[in-house]
Protein backbone atom coordinates (compact mmCIF):
# COMPACT_ATOMS: atom_id res chain seq x y z
CA UNK A 1 0.00 0.00 0.00
CA UNK A 2 2.43 2.20 -1.63
CA UNK A 3 1.99 6.64 -2.75
CA UNK A 4 4.92 8.01 -4.96
CA UNK A 5 4.76 11.71 -5.72
CA UNK A 6 4.64 12.74 -9.49
CA UNK A 7 5.27 16.24 -10.99
CA UNK A 8 1.01 16.44 -11.09
CA UNK A 9 0.01 14.43 -8.34
CA UNK A 10 0.22 10.85 -6.53
CA UNK A 11 0.05 7.66 -7.78
CA UNK A 12 -0.64 4.50 -5.73
CA UNK A 13 2.14 2.34 -7.56
CA UNK A 14 1.29 -0.68 -5.39
CA UNK A 15 -2.30 -1.56 -4.04
CA UNK A 16 -4.96 -0.01 -6.28
CA UNK A 17 -8.03 -0.30 -3.56
CA UNK A 18 -9.35 -3.13 -1.82
CA UNK A 19 -12.78 -5.38 -0.69
CA UNK A 20 -13.92 -6.15 2.39
CA UNK A 21 -15.53 -9.88 2.86
CA UNK A 22 -14.82 -10.70 5.80
CA UNK A 23 -17.13 -9.52 8.83
CA UNK A 24 -13.88 -8.23 11.00
CA UNK A 25 -12.28 -6.42 8.33
CA UNK A 26 -15.80 -5.00 7.38
CA UNK A 27 -16.43 -3.78 10.48
CA UNK A 28 -12.43 -1.66 10.25
CA UNK A 29 -13.43 -0.45 7.04
CA UNK A 30 -16.63 0.65 7.83
CA UNK A 31 -15.10 2.70 11.26
CA UNK A 32 -12.41 3.72 9.03
CA UNK A 33 -14.87 5.56 6.20
CA UNK A 34 -16.87 6.98 8.99
CA UNK A 35 -13.34 8.64 10.23
CA UNK A 36 -12.43 10.18 6.50
CA UNK A 37 -9.73 7.39 6.18
CA UNK A 38 -10.92 5.48 3.59
CA UNK A 39 -13.64 6.08 0.82
CA UNK A 40 -15.34 3.70 -1.06
CA UNK A 41 -14.40 3.66 -5.27
CA UNK A 42 -16.60 4.21 -7.75
CA UNK A 43 -15.16 3.97 -10.94
CA UNK A 44 -15.72 2.24 -13.94
CA UNK A 45 -14.48 -1.25 -13.91
CA UNK A 46 -13.90 -2.92 -17.14
CA UNK A 47 -11.86 -6.37 -18.55
CA UNK A 48 -10.16 -5.58 -21.91
CA UNK A 49 -9.25 -9.31 -23.96
CA UNK A 50 -8.28 -8.64 -27.74
CA UNK A 51 -9.89 -5.79 -27.97
CA UNK A 52 -13.39 -6.93 -26.70
CA UNK A 53 -14.29 -5.03 -23.12
CA UNK A 54 -16.80 -6.47 -20.65
CA UNK A 55 -17.88 -4.43 -17.09
CA UNK A 56 -17.15 -5.92 -14.38
CA UNK A 57 -19.86 -5.85 -11.74
CA UNK A 58 -18.64 -5.00 -7.95
CA UNK A 59 -19.64 -8.03 -5.51
CA UNK A 60 -18.95 -5.97 -2.62
CA UNK A 61 -17.65 -2.67 -2.12
CA UNK A 62 -14.34 -1.20 -2.95
CA UNK A 63 -12.31 0.67 -0.99
CA UNK A 64 -9.33 3.13 -1.36
CA UNK A 65 -6.97 5.13 1.20
CA UNK A 66 -7.05 8.94 1.76
CA UNK A 67 -5.25 10.59 0.39
CA UNK A 68 -3.26 7.60 -0.90
CA UNK A 69 -3.55 3.95 0.05
CA UNK A 70 -1.16 4.21 3.03
CA UNK A 71 -3.52 6.34 4.90
CA UNK A 72 -5.26 3.08 6.15
CA UNK A 73 -1.74 1.71 7.41
CA UNK A 74 -1.01 5.33 9.28
CA UNK A 75 -4.73 4.84 10.94
CA UNK A 76 -4.00 1.74 12.74
CA UNK A 77 -0.33 2.65 13.37
CA UNK A 78 -1.68 5.84 14.95
CA UNK A 79 -1.01 5.03 18.73
CA UNK A 80 1.89 2.86 18.35
CA UNK A 81 5.56 3.84 18.74
CA UNK A 82 6.91 3.80 15.11
CA UNK A 83 10.63 3.23 14.21
CA UNK A 84 10.82 4.53 10.42
CA UNK A 85 13.61 3.77 7.89
CA UNK A 86 14.65 1.07 10.63
CA UNK A 87 16.38 -2.26 8.51
CA UNK A 88 16.35 -5.67 10.25
CA UNK A 89 19.55 -7.31 9.39
CA UNK A 90 18.26 -10.61 12.38
CA UNK A 91 16.87 -11.47 15.30
CA UNK A 92 18.11 -12.65 18.74
CA UNK A 93 16.59 -14.23 21.85
CA UNK A 94 18.76 -13.98 24.86
CA UNK A 95 17.25 -15.51 28.04
CA UNK A 96 13.86 -15.46 26.93
CA UNK A 97 13.97 -11.84 25.63
CA UNK A 98 13.99 -10.64 21.91
CA UNK A 99 16.03 -8.33 20.53
CA UNK A 100 16.53 -7.23 16.85
CA UNK A 101 19.52 -6.59 14.97
CA UNK A 102 21.13 -3.97 14.65
CA UNK A 103 19.72 -3.25 17.91
CA UNK A 104 17.06 -0.50 18.33
CA UNK A 105 14.00 0.36 21.05
CA UNK A 106 13.92 -1.53 24.40
CA UNK A 107 17.63 -2.78 25.49
CA UNK A 108 15.49 -5.09 27.70
CA UNK A 109 14.83 -7.08 24.93
CA UNK A 110 10.98 -7.92 23.79
CA UNK A 111 8.67 -10.44 25.47
CA UNK A 112 7.88 -11.66 21.72
CA UNK A 113 8.83 -11.23 18.33
CA UNK A 114 6.46 -11.25 15.30
CA UNK A 115 7.54 -10.54 11.56
CA UNK A 116 5.23 -8.99 9.20
CA UNK A 117 7.25 -8.85 5.91
CA UNK A 118 7.15 -10.69 2.54
CA UNK A 119 8.53 -14.51 2.46
CA UNK A 120 11.80 -14.01 1.04
CA UNK A 121 12.05 -11.24 3.63
CA UNK A 122 11.19 -13.48 6.57
CA UNK A 123 13.38 -16.28 5.55
CA UNK A 124 17.21 -15.26 6.96
CA UNK A 125 14.89 -13.71 10.14
CA UNK A 126 13.21 -16.82 11.33
CA UNK A 127 15.99 -19.11 11.28
CA UNK A 128 16.38 -19.10 14.88
CA UNK A 129 13.36 -20.64 15.15
CA UNK A 130 13.89 -23.88 12.32
CA UNK A 131 10.13 -25.21 12.52
CA UNK A 132 8.83 -22.36 11.61
CA UNK A 133 11.63 -21.35 9.03
CA UNK A 134 10.32 -24.27 7.15
CA UNK A 135 6.68 -22.93 6.85
CA UNK A 136 8.57 -19.88 5.54
CA UNK A 137 10.49 -21.12 3.14
CA UNK A 138 7.01 -22.37 1.05
CA UNK A 139 5.78 -18.64 1.20
CA UNK A 140 5.70 -17.27 -2.72
CA UNK A 141 4.96 -13.91 -4.33
CA UNK A 142 5.06 -12.85 -8.16
CA UNK A 143 6.95 -9.90 -8.78
CA UNK A 144 5.18 -6.92 -10.98
CA UNK A 145 6.56 -4.20 -12.45
CA UNK A 146 4.56 -0.90 -12.57
CA UNK A 147 4.26 2.02 -14.35
CA UNK A 148 3.12 5.44 -13.79
CA UNK A 149 2.42 7.75 -16.76
CA UNK A 150 0.52 10.96 -16.68
CA UNK A 151 -0.83 12.03 -20.09
CA UNK A 152 -1.41 15.39 -21.79
CA UNK A 153 -5.21 14.51 -22.20
CA UNK A 154 -7.70 11.78 -21.30
CA UNK A 155 -6.82 8.14 -22.57
CA UNK A 156 -9.80 7.57 -25.34
CA UNK A 157 -11.22 4.48 -23.36
CA UNK A 158 -14.53 4.03 -21.60
CA UNK A 159 -13.44 2.16 -18.10
CA UNK A 160 -11.39 3.91 -15.24
CA UNK A 161 -9.68 0.81 -14.44
CA UNK A 162 -9.49 -2.33 -16.62
CA UNK A 163 -7.87 -6.32 -16.18
CA UNK A 164 -6.05 -6.48 -19.35
CA UNK A 165 -5.88 -10.51 -21.16
CA UNK A 166 -3.75 -10.67 -23.90
CA UNK A 167 -0.95 -8.73 -23.88
CA UNK A 168 2.02 -7.99 -21.33
CA UNK A 169 -0.11 -5.98 -19.03
CA UNK A 170 -2.51 -7.01 -16.66
CA UNK A 171 -4.06 -4.29 -15.15
CA UNK A 172 -4.20 -0.52 -15.68
CA UNK A 173 -5.99 1.93 -13.57
CA UNK A 174 -6.76 5.83 -13.77
CA UNK A 175 -5.16 7.29 -10.34
CA UNK A 176 -7.01 10.12 -10.65
CA UNK A 177 -10.46 8.57 -10.99
CA UNK A 178 -10.20 7.58 -7.06
CA UNK A 179 -11.96 10.04 -4.39
CA UNK A 180 -9.65 12.88 -2.66
CA UNK A 181 -6.61 13.04 -5.71
CA UNK A 182 -5.45 15.94 -7.53
CA UNK A 183 -7.26 16.12 -11.03
CA UNK A 184 -5.09 15.17 -13.90
CA UNK A 185 -4.68 12.08 -16.18
CA UNK A 186 -2.49 10.06 -14.39
CA UNK A 187 -2.41 5.67 -14.93
CA UNK A 188 -1.03 3.41 -13.45
CA UNK A 189 -0.04 0.17 -15.24
CA UNK A 190 0.81 -3.13 -13.82
CA UNK A 191 2.95 -5.80 -15.85
CA UNK A 192 1.72 -9.55 -15.77
CA UNK A 193 3.72 -11.80 -13.00
CA UNK A 194 5.10 -13.90 -16.43
CA UNK A 195 6.43 -10.13 -17.86
CA UNK A 196 8.00 -8.71 -15.15
CA UNK A 197 9.92 -12.17 -14.33
CA UNK A 198 11.35 -12.48 -17.31
CA UNK A 199 12.12 -8.64 -17.48
CA UNK A 200 12.79 -8.46 -13.47
CA UNK A 201 16.97 -7.14 -13.72
CA UNK A 202 15.80 -4.30 -16.13
CA UNK A 203 16.89 -0.65 -15.76
CA UNK A 204 13.93 1.33 -14.89
CA UNK A 205 14.06 3.57 -17.32
CA UNK A 206 14.48 0.64 -19.96
CA UNK A 207 10.88 -0.89 -18.49
CA UNK A 208 9.20 2.48 -19.32
CA UNK A 209 8.83 2.48 -23.32
CA UNK A 210 8.17 -1.57 -23.08
CA UNK A 211 5.36 -1.03 -21.04
CA UNK A 212 3.97 2.04 -22.97
CA UNK A 213 4.25 -0.20 -26.08
CA UNK A 214 2.05 -2.52 -24.66
CA UNK A 215 -0.34 0.09 -23.54
CA UNK A 216 -0.78 0.95 -27.03
CA UNK A 217 -1.66 -2.78 -28.02
CA UNK A 218 -4.82 -1.85 -25.49
CA UNK A 219 -5.09 2.22 -26.83
CA UNK A 220 -3.80 2.78 -29.70
CA UNK A 221 -4.01 6.79 -29.49
CA UNK A 222 -2.02 7.07 -26.76
CA UNK A 223 -2.14 10.78 -25.84
CA UNK A 224 1.49 13.21 -25.75
CA UNK A 225 3.00 11.55 -22.61
CA UNK A 226 4.22 14.43 -19.44
CA UNK A 227 6.22 11.93 -17.50
CA UNK A 228 6.65 7.95 -16.79
CA UNK A 229 8.21 6.07 -14.06
CA UNK A 230 8.76 2.87 -13.64
CA UNK A 231 9.18 0.84 -10.50
CA UNK A 232 9.99 -2.90 -9.89
CA UNK A 233 7.78 -4.81 -7.01
CA UNK A 234 9.63 -7.77 -5.89
CA UNK A 235 7.31 -9.45 -3.94
CA UNK A 236 4.31 -8.39 -5.06
CA UNK A 237 0.80 -10.53 -5.74
CA UNK A 238 0.96 -13.85 -3.30
CA UNK A 239 -0.99 -16.83 -3.76
CA UNK A 240 -1.38 -17.21 -0.28
CA UNK A 241 -0.59 -20.12 2.10
CA UNK A 242 -4.15 -20.68 3.45
CA UNK A 243 -2.78 -20.89 6.93
CA UNK A 244 -3.52 -17.64 8.61
CA UNK A 245 -0.34 -16.99 10.35
CA UNK A 246 2.81 -18.51 11.95
CA UNK A 247 3.48 -18.95 15.48
CA UNK A 248 5.97 -20.54 18.13
CA UNK A 249 4.30 -19.82 21.23
CA UNK A 250 6.45 -21.36 23.16
CA UNK A 251 9.21 -19.10 21.67
CA UNK A 252 6.71 -15.75 21.47
CA UNK A 253 7.57 -15.67 18.05
CA UNK A 254 5.43 -15.26 15.25
CA UNK A 255 5.17 -14.78 11.50
CA UNK A 256 2.24 -13.26 9.73
CA UNK A 257 1.59 -11.05 6.09
CA UNK A 258 -0.67 -11.13 3.08
CA UNK A 259 1.45 -14.15 1.77
CA UNK A 260 0.44 -16.74 4.95
CA UNK A 261 -3.43 -15.94 4.39
CA UNK A 262 -4.90 -14.76 1.28
CA UNK A 263 -2.69 -12.47 -0.76
CA UNK A 264 -4.61 -9.44 -0.53
CA UNK A 265 -4.77 -6.38 1.91
CA UNK A 266 -7.98 -7.54 3.51
CA UNK A 267 -5.70 -11.31 3.96
CA UNK A 268 -2.59 -9.09 5.43
CA UNK A 269 -5.14 -7.63 7.85
CA UNK A 270 -6.71 -11.03 8.91
CA UNK A 271 -3.23 -12.33 8.96
CA UNK A 272 -2.21 -9.85 11.75
CA UNK A 273 -5.67 -10.05 13.96
CA UNK A 274 -5.27 -13.78 13.80
CA UNK A 275 -1.95 -13.75 14.77
CA UNK A 276 -2.27 -11.03 17.67
CA UNK A 277 -5.27 -13.45 18.80
CA UNK A 278 -3.25 -16.56 19.39
CA UNK A 279 -0.12 -14.90 20.91
CA UNK A 280 -1.65 -11.94 23.11
CA UNK A 281 -2.93 -14.96 25.34
CA UNK A 282 0.46 -16.01 25.60
CA UNK A 283 2.33 -13.13 26.59
C1 LIG B 1 1.74 -4.11 -7.51
C2 LIG B 1 0.81 -4.55 -6.43
C3 LIG B 1 -0.57 -4.49 -6.63
C4 LIG B 1 -1.44 -4.89 -5.63
N1 LIG B 1 -2.78 -4.75 -5.81
C5 LIG B 1 -3.63 -5.05 -4.80
C6 LIG B 1 -5.01 -4.75 -4.90
O1 LIG B 1 -5.45 -4.13 -5.87
N2 LIG B 1 -5.82 -5.12 -3.88
C7 LIG B 1 -5.34 -5.75 -2.75
O2 LIG B 1 -6.12 -6.06 -1.85
N3 LIG B 1 -4.03 -6.00 -2.61
C8 LIG B 1 -3.17 -5.66 -3.61
N4 LIG B 1 -1.83 -5.87 -3.46
C9 LIG B 1 -1.37 -6.62 -2.29
C10 LIG B 1 -1.27 -5.78 -1.02
O3 LIG B 1 -0.50 -4.62 -1.26
C11 LIG B 1 -0.62 -6.68 0.02
O4 LIG B 1 -1.47 -7.79 0.23
C12 LIG B 1 -0.36 -6.00 1.36
O5 LIG B 1 0.33 -4.78 1.22
C13 LIG B 1 0.49 -6.93 2.20
O6 LIG B 1 0.75 -6.34 3.44
P1 LIG B 1 1.84 -6.92 4.40
O7 LIG B 1 1.82 -6.07 5.62
O8 LIG B 1 1.65 -8.39 4.52
O9 LIG B 1 3.24 -6.74 3.62
P2 LIG B 1 3.92 -5.49 2.93
O10 LIG B 1 2.91 -4.49 2.49
O11 LIG B 1 4.86 -6.08 1.92
O12 LIG B 1 4.78 -4.80 4.09
C14 LIG B 1 5.99 -5.34 4.56
C15 LIG B 1 6.89 -4.20 5.03
O13 LIG B 1 8.05 -4.74 5.67
C16 LIG B 1 9.19 -4.01 5.25
N5 LIG B 1 10.38 -4.89 5.41
C17 LIG B 1 10.71 -6.00 4.69
N6 LIG B 1 11.86 -6.53 5.15
C18 LIG B 1 12.29 -5.74 6.18
C19 LIG B 1 13.42 -5.77 7.06
N7 LIG B 1 14.36 -6.71 6.99
N8 LIG B 1 13.53 -4.79 8.00
C20 LIG B 1 12.58 -3.82 8.11
N9 LIG B 1 11.49 -3.74 7.32
C21 LIG B 1 11.35 -4.69 6.36
C22 LIG B 1 8.89 -3.66 3.81
O14 LIG B 1 9.69 -2.57 3.41
C23 LIG B 1 7.40 -3.32 3.88
O15 LIG B 1 7.22 -1.98 4.24
C24 LIG B 1 -0.93 -5.41 -4.42
C25 LIG B 1 0.46 -5.44 -4.20
C26 LIG B 1 1.33 -4.98 -5.19
C27 LIG B 1 2.82 -4.97 -4.91
Known amino acids: MATRRGDGGTFDHGAQYFTARDPRFQALTQRLEAEGVLAPYHGRIAQWSAGVLKPVAAREPRYVGLPGMPGLCKALAQDMEMLYEQQVGGVEQK???????????NDDGFDALVLAVPAVQALPLSVVVPDIAARVAQGRHHPCWALMARFEAPLPVDFDAGFVEGVNLGWMMRDSSKPGRAPGERWVL?????WSRANLELESDAVVPLLLEALRAVVPAVPPLIEARAHRWRYALSPGLGVGCLLDAQARFGVCGDWCADGRVEGAYLSGLE???RLLPAL
Open 95 to 105: NGRWSVLPPVG
Open 190 to 194: HATAE
Open 275 to 277: LAG
